[in-house]
């Protein structure tokens, strides 16, 4: 039942396409609205719940105390871990990390990461001995296609709020008591677009992902700079590249002024 | 119970430690028989046949079910029956400390405790050689967080449209700092004296399907214990209840979207016929 419908819209969105229209009626370069929670998981020093259309992901932070790698003694680090839950898609199975999983983690990953937007040299408590590592780990509850921009928006939203616990003298965390927060100097974020035919689309669902041949995504920052890039399956003219890139400042530049607007609140 | 770590006032614990005959309250200034907040919510997530979303005190989880689908590998069919299959996992930020992401034995053992004691509900025997797949995810917890996933994984079959016989309602029941409580939290769960039993009962028929414990308890504590789970099951039952109402009770608003929704797929329909004519009509002139 469910792959005879699936089969249907699949040809609706690929004759849609070729109108350069979509089958819930957005324009081409049209992202879904996103909605953002913070804050509901206590245990976690930073957390959130994004909502991008009806792909949804829950992403937390924690802060961990560990001895630094030998070559970069003053820097802390940042570990990023995706898991596409089967609770999102009856397509996910359980197990080990999955090629999917371990791509969605690494380029959301790469885009906060070399953005340089946290200094990790701020998170150096002690240096040679010990320094902070702060992992953020997202979970897809509902997959409906772009779990790339959600895990962006959320890790961001995440490491914005993200609290830093306070230490006893021993470099033991204390628990349930912080000291500031990590501080962020840059908001990068991912934009990502599928190829339908010709026509490019931003934000895919599901089902236009399934339908599109190409992928790709890049993650770019407030000052004009691009992060981390990412094509997945098929091919690109380098025309269609250079315009993601422009479109995917446009999207950002808005997506970020949409999130500061609802953080504030 | 397997100790997941979780304490939000430990300082308070070693000060001084509570004695609940003379507080007559708990840590949290909950009454003895009390439960925490609880609410529910199902049909939260779209991809899935079923699913619930609960919070429970701190205890946030989600649940989702797939299925009946075919059983694979198909070693694991049972030719007689569904195979109920549950899936318990707790998010790496969902514990004071971060959980590594890979399964441990605590998530296993719980996820064939769970799947048993869903077993019992569903008309198993209707759907041979099928799996019913249940996924528990915790996002947030402080003690009690598999009898907070059984109960949101019974609120998430009855969602699925899956024939069941009730729901499961569970709760844990136990001892700490001198007292019988319901409910315990993780400062209760540390206590020196305590006890906890994950409780869970079908509503209807009081049968008990979900019991563990850890502890020291005499068969007179034990024979207390009993109704104060089977009360507060009870009450839990009312929730789920509600929550299933809830989701059938349409509002305005979504009364209206259904009818755009319909309004909006009229053209789509109509559009092959068209072409059909069309395609007649060409036949036609040829």
């Known amino acids: ?265 | 119970m397997d100790r997941i770590r979780i304490t939000k006032v430990n300082e308070m614990v070693e000060e001084r430690i509570p004695d609940y005959k003379k507080d007559k309250k708990r840590v949290d200034g909950r009454k003895m028989d009390e439960l925490r907040p609880l609410s529910i919510k199902v049909g939260v997530l779209p991809n899935a046949d079923g699913s619930a979303y609960l919070e429970w005190g701190q205890n946030k989880v989600y649940a989702a079910v797939y299925g009946p689908r075919e059983a694979l590998p198909k070693h694991t069919q049972d030719p007689y029956k569904a195979v109920v299959k549950v899936t318990y996992r707790m998010a790496t930020f969902s514990v004071p400390e971060r959980k590594q992401p890979r399964p441990n034995r605590r998530d296993m053992e719980i996820s064939k405790v769970l799947g048993e004691a869903l077993e019992q509900v569903i008309f198993a025997e209707q759907f041979p050689n099928t799996e019913i797949s249940v996924f528990v995810e915790v996002i947030d917890s402080n003690a009690g967080s598999r009898v907070a996933c059984l109960t949101a994984a019974s609120c998430a079959l009855a969602d699925a449209g899956i024939p069941m016989k009730d729901l499961v309602a569970a709760t844990g029941v136990g001892k700490a700092f001198g007292e019988l409580v319901v409910d315990l939290d993780k400062n209760e769960e540390d206590a020196p004296d305590a006890v906890d039993v994950p409780f869970g009962i079908m509503p209807n028929s009081g049968n008990i399907v979900l019991l563990q414990m850890d502890g020291l308890l005499t068969k007179e504590e034990w024979a207390k214990l009993v109704p104060l789970g089977m009360k507060a099951c009870q009450d839990i039952y009312k929730v789920q209840k509600e929550a299933l109402k809830e989701k059938f009770i349409l509002s305005e608003v979504s009364e209206k979207s259904v009818e755009a929704a319909v309004e909006d797929k009229a053209p789509v329909a109509d559009k092959p016929k068209k072409e059909a004519k069309e395609a007649k009509a060409k036949k036609v002139k040829k």
């Open chain 1, 1 to 265: 039942m469910r792959t005879t419908i699936l089969q249907y819209d699949l040809s609706k969105i690929v004759d849609l396409a070729r109108e350069g229209k979509r089958l819930d009626g957005r324009a081409l370069d049209e992202i879904r609205d996103f909605t953002i929670e913070l804050g509901m998981c206590e245990n976690a020093e930073g957390s959130a719940r994004v909502r991008l259309g009806s792909t949804e992901v829950v992403a937390g932070i924690k802060m961990g105390v560990d001895k630094p790698y030998p070559d970069s003694p003053d820097e802390g680090a940042i570990s990023v871990g995706a898991e596409l839950l089967p609770l999102a898609h009856s397509e996910y199975e359980a197990g080990p990390p999955s090629f999917s999983e371990i791509e969605v983690a690494r380029v959301v990953d790469r885009g906060i990461r070399e953005s340089k937007a946290i200094d990790f040299t701020k998170l150096c408590i002690k240096e040679g001995e010990a320094v902070w590592i702060a992992f953020m780990d997202f979970y897809a509850i509902n997959a409906d296609g772009n779990l790339f921009d959600a895990g962006s928006i959320a890790g961001l939203v995440t490491f914005m709020s993200a609290k830093m616990p306070k230490l006893n003298d021993k470099n033991k965390i204390i628990k349930h008591e912080y000291s500031g927060e990590l501080k962020l100097t840059r908001h990068p974020l991912l934009a990502t677009f599928v190829k339908l035919g010709d026509k490019i689309m931003a934000d895919p669902t599901y089902l236009e992902e399934k339908a599109s041949t190409a992928r790709f995504s890049v993650a770019t920052t407030e000052d004009g700079y691009m992060s981390a890039m990412q094509k997945g399956p098929g091919y690109f003219n380098a025309e269609e590249v250079k315009y993601m890139i422009e479109k995917g400042f446009e999207i950002n530049d808005a997506k970020r002024k949409k999130i500061f607007k609802l953080i504030k609140k």
